[in-house]
């Protein structure tokens, strides 16, 4: 079936650091998703971004669907970056999402 | 400001008994979702909605049911909780032609003893 593959599991960085994540999944994604978790627990959608190269901020993310992954790229990392990571992907254009099992962003000052 | 609104946002209920999670959007979307995470994973999709009257079953719905009266609300039913449905459920609501506007509720965190 499909699945969703992030790396690292855990990361610690300093802050002012630069971040990358990664994600690889298994299929033909329809779309693809960068949600963050807040260290309380709430999500927020951060990236709609099933190819190419969108940016906010100091977030960017980077899909190449025909190798099947995604990266999310967090330049001068701030304490306040902390927090649980997670892609997802569309199996069937109608927003039933495969997630990742997350990448959990340690910040320290 | 458009939301998803979960009640309860924290439940102890005893091993059989009935527990029903509820949630309301403010989105006007059609689409809405249960999910459960459970301590280092990701979310997993129980129970979906297109609609009113519509449920289906997600990647795990085993125990569980779904109820969707009408387009803002959805809620999650166990009939016989176990001490293996203990997790933190979201509820979210979305629509495939507004890709970027995925919305989640705060959570509800439930524990079944």
């Known amino acids: 079936g499909q699945q969703v593959q992030q790396s690292p599991a855990s990361l610690v960085l300093q802050e002012g650091e630069n971040a990358e994540l990664q994600c690889n999944f298994s299929?033909?994604?329809?779309?693809l998703q960068w949600f963050y978790q807040h260290p309380g627990g709430r999500l927020v959608s951060l990236f709609y971004?099933?190819?190419?190269?969108k940016h906010t901020g100091r977030l960017t993310s980077t899909t190449v669907t025909n190798e099947r992954r995604s990266s999310l790229h967090i330049s001068s990392s701030q304490t306040t970056d902390s927090g649980t990571y997670f892609c997802?992907?569309?199996?069937?254009?109608?927003?039933?999402?495969?997630w990742g099992s997350g990448t959990k962003l340690i910040i320290k000052p | 400001e458009a939301a998803v609104t979960q009640s309860p946002r924290n439940k102890v209920a005893v091993t059989g008994g009935k527990v029903t999670l509820s949630c309301n959007q403010t989105?006007?979307?059609?689409?809405m979702y249960w999910y459960r995470q459970d301590t280092g994973h990701g979310l997993r999709l129980i129970h979906y909605?297109?609609?009113?009257?519509?449920?289906e079953k997600g990647d795990i719905p085993d125990g569980y049911k779904a109820s969707r009266p009408s387009q803002e609300n959805f809620s999650l039913i166990l009939e016989l909780a176990t001490p293996s449905q203990t997790s933190v459920y979201f509820c979210?609501?979305?629509?495939?032609?507004?890709?970027?506007?995925?919305?989640f509720g705060s959570g509800t965190r439930l524990l079944v003893i």
């Open positions: 989105n006007n979307h059609n689409n």
């Open positions: 299929s033909t994604a329809t779309r």
């Open positions: 971004n099933p190819s190419g190269t």
């Open positions: 997802a992907i569309d199996r069937s254009s109608n927003y039933q999402l495969i």
């Open positions: 909605s297109y609609g009113a009257g519509s449920t």
């Open positions: 979210a609501s979305g629509d495939a032609g507004t890709n970027s506007d995925y919305t």
